[in-house]
Protein backbone atom coordinates (compact mmCIF):
# COMPACT_ATOMS: atom_id res chain seq x y z
CA UNK A 1 0.00 0.00 0.00
CA UNK A 2 2.93 2.32 0.82
CA UNK A 3 4.44 2.04 -2.29
CA UNK A 4 1.31 2.25 -4.34
CA UNK A 5 0.55 5.51 -2.69
CA UNK A 6 3.86 6.68 -3.30
CA UNK A 7 3.38 5.91 -7.05
CA UNK A 8 -0.17 7.81 -7.12
CA UNK A 9 1.46 10.87 -5.66
CA UNK A 10 3.93 11.11 -8.63
CA UNK A 11 1.31 10.54 -11.80
CA UNK A 12 -0.54 13.26 -9.80
CA UNK A 13 2.72 15.37 -9.88
CA UNK A 14 3.19 15.05 -13.67
CA UNK A 15 -0.70 15.04 -14.15
CA UNK A 16 -0.07 18.65 -12.74
CA UNK A 17 2.71 19.60 -14.75
CA UNK A 18 5.48 20.16 -11.94
CA UNK A 19 9.03 18.60 -12.24
CA UNK A 20 11.30 17.80 -9.18
CA UNK A 21 13.37 21.43 -7.77
CA UNK A 22 16.67 21.88 -9.64
CA UNK A 23 20.19 21.83 -7.85
CA UNK A 24 21.27 25.26 -6.58
CA UNK A 25 23.71 27.39 -8.79
CA UNK A 26 27.16 28.12 -7.44
CA UNK A 27 27.85 31.32 -7.69
CA UNK A 28 31.54 32.43 -9.28
CA UNK A 29 33.64 33.39 -6.40
CA UNK A 30 33.96 37.51 -7.11
CA UNK A 31 37.57 38.27 -8.03
CA UNK A 32 39.59 40.60 -5.70
CA UNK A 33 39.24 44.20 -6.60
CA UNK A 34 41.57 45.97 -8.48
CA UNK A 35 43.32 43.15 -10.43
CA UNK A 36 43.11 41.17 -13.73
CA UNK A 37 43.23 37.34 -13.85
CA UNK A 38 45.64 37.61 -16.75
CA UNK A 39 49.39 37.95 -16.07
CA UNK A 40 52.13 38.60 -18.77
CA UNK A 41 55.10 37.29 -18.80
CA UNK A 42 57.85 38.14 -21.29
CA UNK A 43 60.70 35.59 -22.18
CA UNK A 44 64.23 37.03 -20.87
CA UNK A 45 66.12 38.29 -23.78
CA UNK A 46 63.02 39.02 -26.03
CA UNK A 47 63.43 42.84 -27.26
CA UNK A 48 60.64 44.23 -25.71
CA UNK A 49 61.92 44.03 -22.39
CA UNK A 50 63.79 46.97 -24.03
CA UNK A 51 60.51 49.25 -24.60
CA UNK A 52 59.53 49.15 -21.25
CA UNK A 53 60.36 51.12 -18.05
CA UNK A 54 59.71 50.24 -14.42
CA UNK A 55 59.26 52.64 -11.44
CA UNK A 56 58.17 52.72 -8.12
CA UNK A 57 55.17 55.05 -7.61
CA UNK A 58 56.40 58.01 -5.33
CA UNK A 59 54.04 60.61 -2.85
CA UNK A 60 53.31 63.69 -3.46
CA UNK A 61 51.06 66.43 -1.95
CA UNK A 62 48.02 66.32 -3.71
CA UNK A 63 45.60 69.79 -3.27
CA UNK A 64 42.32 68.92 -1.91
CA UNK A 65 38.57 70.90 -2.56
CA UNK A 66 41.02 72.43 -5.57
CA UNK A 67 39.46 75.04 -7.46
CA UNK A 68 40.15 74.52 -11.27
CA UNK A 69 39.13 77.43 -13.93
CA UNK A 70 40.36 77.91 -17.56
CA UNK A 71 42.09 81.01 -18.30
CA UNK A 72 43.45 83.44 -21.02
CA UNK A 73 46.52 85.65 -20.81
CA UNK A 74 45.68 89.14 -20.72
CA UNK A 75 48.08 92.32 -20.58
CA UNK A 76 48.19 93.91 -17.21
CA UNK A 77 45.50 96.78 -17.82
CA UNK A 78 47.75 99.04 -15.81
CA UNK A 79 50.70 98.97 -17.60
CA UNK A 80 49.44 99.38 -21.57
CA UNK A 81 49.54 102.87 -23.38
CA UNK A 82 47.63 103.91 -26.48
CA UNK A 83 49.37 106.39 -28.13
CA UNK A 84 47.88 109.46 -29.79
CA UNK A 85 49.16 112.52 -32.05
CA UNK A 86 48.96 115.63 -29.61
CA UNK A 87 48.39 117.90 -32.65
CA UNK A 88 46.92 117.26 -35.79
CA UNK A 89 49.48 117.45 -39.14
CA UNK A 90 52.01 115.25 -41.56
CA UNK A 91 53.70 112.96 -40.01
CA UNK A 92 57.35 113.15 -40.41
CA UNK A 93 58.84 110.41 -39.20
CA UNK A 94 58.61 107.00 -37.24
CA UNK A 95 61.03 106.26 -35.44
CA UNK A 96 59.97 102.57 -34.14
CA UNK A 97 59.11 99.60 -35.77
CA UNK A 98 56.65 96.78 -34.59
CA UNK A 99 57.69 94.65 -31.83
CA UNK A 100 60.60 96.98 -30.38
CA UNK A 101 61.73 97.53 -27.48
CA UNK A 102 61.16 100.89 -25.98
CA UNK A 103 62.17 102.76 -22.93
CA UNK A 104 59.56 106.02 -21.38
CA UNK A 105 60.68 109.03 -23.01
CA UNK A 106 61.85 107.72 -26.33
CA UNK A 107 61.38 109.23 -29.07
CA UNK A 108 58.39 107.15 -31.64
CA UNK A 109 56.89 110.04 -34.26
CA UNK A 110 58.05 113.45 -35.65
CA UNK A 111 54.82 115.08 -36.77
CA UNK A 112 54.65 118.70 -38.58
CA UNK A 113 51.56 120.80 -37.64
CA UNK A 114 50.61 124.17 -38.64
CA UNK A 115 49.04 124.12 -34.85
CA UNK A 116 52.51 124.51 -34.18
CA UNK A 117 53.01 127.61 -36.45
CA UNK A 118 50.18 129.06 -35.08
CA UNK A 119 51.03 128.41 -30.78
CA UNK A 120 54.32 129.86 -31.85
CA UNK A 121 52.56 133.16 -33.29
CA UNK A 122 50.75 133.35 -30.57
CA UNK A 123 53.75 133.28 -28.13
CA UNK A 124 55.32 136.30 -30.01
CA UNK A 125 52.10 138.15 -30.15
CA UNK A 126 51.87 137.20 -26.37
CA UNK A 127 55.47 138.19 -25.52
CA UNK A 128 54.48 141.84 -27.59
CA UNK A 129 51.42 142.69 -25.45
CA UNK A 130 53.68 142.10 -21.92
CA UNK A 131 56.01 144.18 -23.45
CA UNK A 132 53.88 146.80 -23.97
CA UNK A 133 51.74 146.39 -20.93
CA UNK A 134 55.19 146.73 -18.58
CA UNK A 135 55.54 149.95 -20.82
CA UNK A 136 52.44 150.97 -19.78
CA UNK A 137 52.40 150.46 -16.51
CA UNK A 138 55.72 152.19 -16.12
CA UNK A 139 54.13 155.48 -17.43
CA UNK A 140 51.44 155.03 -15.35
CA UNK A 141 53.48 154.81 -12.52
CA UNK A 142 55.32 157.93 -13.33
CA UNK A 143 51.96 160.06 -14.12
CA UNK A 144 50.53 159.06 -10.61
CA UNK A 145 53.90 159.95 -8.94
CA UNK A 146 54.29 163.45 -10.99
CA UNK A 147 50.92 164.26 -9.94
CA UNK A 148 51.33 163.02 -6.77
CA UNK A 149 53.73 165.55 -6.28
CA UNK A 150 51.64 168.52 -7.63
CA UNK A 151 48.93 167.69 -5.28
CA UNK A 152 51.37 168.26 -2.26
CA UNK A 153 52.28 171.59 -3.03
CA UNK A 154 48.75 172.46 -3.89
CA UNK A 155 49.11 172.51 -7.30
CA UNK A 156 46.26 170.01 -8.64
CA UNK A 157 42.82 169.07 -7.13
CA UNK A 158 42.30 165.74 -5.47
CA UNK A 159 40.44 164.35 -8.45
CA UNK A 160 43.46 164.65 -10.40
CA UNK A 161 45.57 162.20 -8.00
CA UNK A 162 42.29 159.67 -7.89
CA UNK A 163 42.02 159.58 -12.11
CA UNK A 164 46.08 159.11 -12.18
CA UNK A 165 45.53 156.00 -9.36
CA UNK A 166 42.90 154.50 -11.09
CA UNK A 167 45.11 154.39 -14.13
CA UNK A 168 48.26 153.28 -12.50
CA UNK A 169 45.52 150.21 -11.23
CA UNK A 170 44.12 149.71 -14.68
CA UNK A 171 47.57 149.07 -16.15
CA UNK A 172 48.81 147.01 -13.00
CA UNK A 173 45.89 144.96 -14.30
CA UNK A 174 46.58 144.77 -17.63
CA UNK A 175 50.33 143.38 -16.94
CA UNK A 176 48.97 140.59 -14.97
CA UNK A 177 46.68 139.40 -17.80
CA UNK A 178 49.88 140.09 -20.41
CA UNK A 179 51.93 138.02 -18.16
CA UNK A 180 49.13 135.09 -17.83
CA UNK A 181 48.49 134.94 -21.28
CA UNK A 182 52.29 134.98 -22.38
CA UNK A 183 52.70 131.85 -19.52
CA UNK A 184 50.22 130.30 -21.30
CA UNK A 185 51.67 129.89 -24.37
CA UNK A 186 54.59 128.98 -23.08
CA UNK A 187 53.32 125.88 -20.95
CA UNK A 188 51.07 124.82 -23.94
CA UNK A 189 54.36 125.02 -26.05
CA UNK A 190 56.26 123.15 -22.91
CA UNK A 191 53.87 120.69 -23.01
CA UNK A 192 54.31 119.92 -26.59
CA UNK A 193 58.05 119.86 -26.08
CA UNK A 194 58.56 122.75 -28.03
CA UNK A 195 60.87 125.82 -27.61
CA UNK A 196 59.14 129.12 -27.27
CA UNK A 197 58.85 131.22 -30.08
CA UNK A 198 61.24 129.14 -32.28
CA UNK A 199 59.65 128.21 -35.68
CA UNK A 200 60.21 125.41 -37.86
CA UNK A 201 60.16 122.77 -34.86
CA UNK A 202 58.20 119.40 -35.31
CA UNK A 203 56.75 117.67 -32.50
CA UNK A 204 58.10 114.53 -31.02
CA UNK A 205 55.66 112.19 -29.75
CA UNK A 206 57.28 110.46 -27.03
CA UNK A 207 56.96 106.67 -25.12
CA UNK A 208 54.55 107.31 -22.16
CA UNK A 209 55.76 104.10 -20.09
CA UNK A 210 58.81 101.32 -21.10
CA UNK A 211 57.45 98.52 -22.97
CA UNK A 212 56.76 96.34 -26.28
CA UNK A 213 55.48 98.22 -29.26
CA UNK A 214 52.17 95.92 -30.10
CA UNK A 215 50.76 97.93 -33.08
CA UNK A 216 51.54 100.80 -35.09
CA UNK A 217 49.07 102.30 -37.15
CA UNK A 218 51.04 104.78 -39.03
CA UNK A 219 53.21 105.72 -41.73
CA UNK A 220 55.32 108.38 -43.05
CA UNK A 221 53.86 111.06 -44.78
CA UNK A 222 50.52 110.29 -43.67
CA UNK A 223 48.08 113.33 -42.79
CA UNK A 224 46.54 112.94 -39.22
CA UNK A 225 43.70 115.29 -38.32
CA UNK A 226 41.83 112.94 -35.91
CA UNK A 227 43.25 113.66 -32.32
CA UNK A 228 41.65 110.53 -30.65
CA UNK A 229 42.70 107.71 -33.45
CA UNK A 230 45.97 105.71 -31.46
CA UNK A 231 49.60 106.18 -33.43
CA UNK A 232 50.72 102.83 -31.82
CA UNK A 233 50.00 101.04 -28.86
CA UNK A 234 53.21 99.75 -26.47
CA UNK A 235 52.39 97.49 -23.50
CA UNK A 236 55.01 96.19 -20.74
CA UNK A 237 54.99 93.10 -20.72
CA UNK A 238 57.18 92.51 -17.48
CA UNK A 239 53.87 91.46 -15.71
CA UNK A 240 51.01 89.87 -17.31
CA UNK A 241 47.63 88.84 -16.12
CA UNK A 242 45.82 85.62 -16.77
CA UNK A 243 41.71 86.17 -16.38
CA UNK A 244 39.97 82.92 -15.48
CA UNK A 245 36.23 82.27 -14.84
CA UNK A 246 35.34 81.09 -11.39
CA UNK A 247 32.07 79.64 -10.82
CA UNK A 248 30.56 81.30 -8.36
CA UNK A 249 29.98 77.73 -6.16
CA UNK A 250 33.21 77.75 -5.31
CA UNK A 251 34.48 81.65 -5.56
CA UNK A 252 34.29 81.90 -1.76
CA UNK A 253 38.03 80.73 -1.55
CA UNK A 254 39.62 82.58 -3.57
CA UNK A 255 40.39 86.13 -2.48
CA UNK A 256 42.76 88.76 -3.50
CA UNK A 257 46.31 89.01 -2.76
CA UNK A 258 46.48 84.98 -2.29
CA UNK A 259 48.69 82.83 -4.60
CA UNK A 260 47.81 80.74 -7.15
CA UNK A 261 49.02 77.72 -9.27
CA UNK A 262 48.96 78.66 -13.12
CA UNK A 263 49.67 76.02 -16.14
CA UNK A 264 49.78 76.84 -19.56
CA UNK A 265 49.19 74.90 -22.52
CA UNK A 266 52.51 76.04 -23.81
CA UNK A 267 54.29 74.59 -21.23
CA UNK A 268 52.49 71.82 -20.13
CA UNK A 269 55.16 70.34 -17.86
CA UNK A 270 55.51 73.20 -15.86
CA UNK A 271 53.97 74.98 -13.03
CA UNK A 272 53.75 78.86 -12.42
CA UNK A 273 52.63 80.85 -9.06
CA UNK A 274 50.75 84.09 -9.51
CA UNK A 275 49.18 86.20 -7.02
CA UNK A 276 45.18 86.82 -7.39
CA UNK A 277 44.80 91.21 -8.23
CA UNK A 278 41.32 91.26 -8.61
CA UNK A 279 38.20 89.16 -7.92
CA UNK A 280 35.77 90.93 -10.20
CA UNK A 281 32.21 92.71 -8.22
CA UNK A 282 29.88 90.96 -10.22
CA UNK A 283 28.57 87.23 -11.50
CA UNK A 284 28.08 86.63 -15.37
CA UNK A 285 24.72 86.04 -15.08
CA UNK A 286 25.12 83.64 -18.70
CA UNK A 287 27.62 81.21 -17.47
CA UNK A 288 27.65 82.15 -13.60
CA UNK A 289 30.69 82.25 -13.25
CA UNK A 290 32.94 85.61 -11.60
CA UNK A 291 35.84 86.86 -13.62
CA UNK A 292 39.67 86.45 -11.46
CA UNK A 293 42.83 88.05 -12.67
CA UNK A 294 45.75 87.01 -11.67
CA UNK A 295 48.98 88.29 -11.77
CA UNK A 296 52.18 86.30 -13.42
CA UNK A 297 55.98 87.65 -13.57
CA UNK A 298 56.91 87.59 -17.03
CA UNK A 299 60.53 89.22 -16.79
CA UNK A 300 61.72 86.71 -18.67
CA UNK A 301 59.02 87.36 -21.85
CA UNK A 302 57.55 83.65 -21.99
CA UNK A 303 54.63 84.22 -21.41
CA UNK A 304 52.61 85.86 -24.80
CA UNK A 305 49.02 87.52 -24.33
CA UNK A 306 46.13 85.31 -25.76
CA UNK A 307 47.49 81.76 -24.26
CA UNK A 308 45.53 79.48 -22.76
CA UNK A 309 45.87 78.97 -19.60
CA UNK A 310 44.73 77.29 -16.45
CA UNK A 311 44.23 78.41 -12.26
CA UNK A 312 44.78 75.97 -9.66
CA UNK A 313 43.92 76.58 -5.86
CA UNK A 314 43.05 74.43 -2.93
CA UNK A 315 43.09 74.87 0.87
CA UNK A 316 44.29 71.66 1.99
CA UNK A 317 46.30 68.70 0.79
CA UNK A 318 47.13 64.99 1.47
CA UNK A 319 49.53 62.64 0.72
CA UNK A 320 49.06 60.52 -1.77
CA UNK A 321 50.80 58.28 -4.36
CA UNK A 322 52.20 59.47 -7.78
CA UNK A 323 52.71 57.60 -10.98
CA UNK A 324 53.81 59.56 -14.70
CA UNK A 325 50.55 59.97 -16.85
CA UNK A 326 52.35 57.43 -18.96
CA UNK A 327 51.95 54.64 -16.81
CA UNK A 328 47.97 55.01 -16.92
CA UNK A 329 46.31 52.82 -19.65
CA UNK A 330 42.26 53.95 -20.73
CA UNK A 331 40.67 50.55 -21.61
CA UNK A 332 36.81 49.66 -21.00
CA UNK A 333 35.94 52.91 -19.69
CA UNK A 334 38.52 52.35 -16.73
CA UNK A 335 42.25 53.22 -15.82
CA UNK A 336 44.51 51.09 -15.05
CA UNK A 337 48.47 50.10 -14.72
CA UNK A 338 50.90 47.34 -15.10
CA UNK A 339 52.51 46.54 -11.75
CA UNK A 340 55.65 45.03 -11.83
CA UNK A 341 55.26 40.84 -9.79
CA UNK A 342 58.84 39.92 -11.15
CA UNK A 343 61.26 40.73 -13.82
CA UNK A 344 59.41 40.10 -17.04
CA UNK A 345 56.15 39.15 -15.41
CA UNK A 346 53.52 42.26 -15.29
CA UNK A 347 49.95 42.35 -13.99
CA UNK A 348 47.36 45.13 -14.80
CA UNK A 349 45.95 46.72 -11.80
CA UNK A 350 42.85 48.92 -12.21
CA UNK A 351 43.19 52.39 -10.28
CA UNK A 352 40.83 55.26 -9.78
CA UNK A 353 42.94 58.50 -10.64
CA UNK A 354 42.75 62.41 -9.91
CA UNK A 355 43.69 65.32 -11.43
CA UNK A 356 47.36 65.89 -12.59
CA UNK A 357 49.27 67.92 -9.84
CA UNK A 358 51.88 69.27 -12.65
CA UNK A 359 54.91 67.94 -14.51
CA UNK A 360 52.98 64.56 -16.14
CA UNK A 361 52.47 62.91 -12.80
CA UNK A 362 49.12 61.58 -11.70
CA UNK A 363 47.62 61.09 -8.11
CA UNK A 364 46.31 57.29 -7.56
CA UNK A 365 43.27 57.45 -5.51
CA UNK A 366 42.93 53.76 -4.93
CA UNK A 367 44.26 50.96 -6.40
CA UNK A 368 47.99 50.71 -5.68
CA UNK A 369 50.06 51.98 -2.49
CA UNK A 370 53.31 54.55 -2.68
CA UNK A 371 56.39 51.99 -3.64
CA UNK A 372 54.84 49.75 -5.54
CA UNK A 373 56.95 49.30 -9.02
CA UNK A 374 54.79 50.10 -12.54
CA UNK A 375 55.68 50.27 -15.81
CA UNK A 376 56.19 54.17 -16.68
CA UNK A 377 56.70 53.22 -20.40
CA UNK A 378 55.75 50.81 -22.25
CA UNK A 379 52.52 50.45 -20.81
CA UNK A 380 50.84 50.23 -24.48
CA UNK A 381 52.88 47.44 -25.43
CA UNK A 382 52.20 45.46 -23.06
CA UNK A 383 48.09 45.87 -22.96
CA UNK A 384 48.63 45.51 -27.09
CA UNK A 385 49.88 42.31 -25.75
CA UNK A 386 46.26 40.79 -24.09
CA UNK A 387 46.67 42.60 -20.86
CA UNK A 388 44.19 45.35 -21.87
CA UNK A 389 41.20 43.24 -23.61
Not at 112 to 118: N, T, W
Request: hydrophobic content about 40%.
Amino acid sequence: MRWAAAALAGLCALGCGRAPDPAPLREAAPRPAGTNSSRIRIPPGSPKLVHIRVEAATTALVPQDEVVAPGKVQINPNRIARVVPPVGGRVAAVEVRLGDAVEQGQALVRIESPDIEAAMSDCLKADAAESESRAALRKAQADFDRVNDLYRYGAIAKKEVVNAEAELARAQAALKDASAAREQTRRKLGMLGLKPCDFGQQVVVRAPISGKVLEINVTPGEFRNDTSAPLMTIADLSTVWVASDVPESVIRWIDPGERVRIELAAYPDEVFEGRVMRVADTVDPRTRTVEVQTELDNRRGRFRPEMFAKIRHAHESRPLPVVPASAVVQAQGRSWVYVELAPGEFERVRVETGEPVGRGRIPVLAGVPAGTRVVVEGAILLANSGGAR
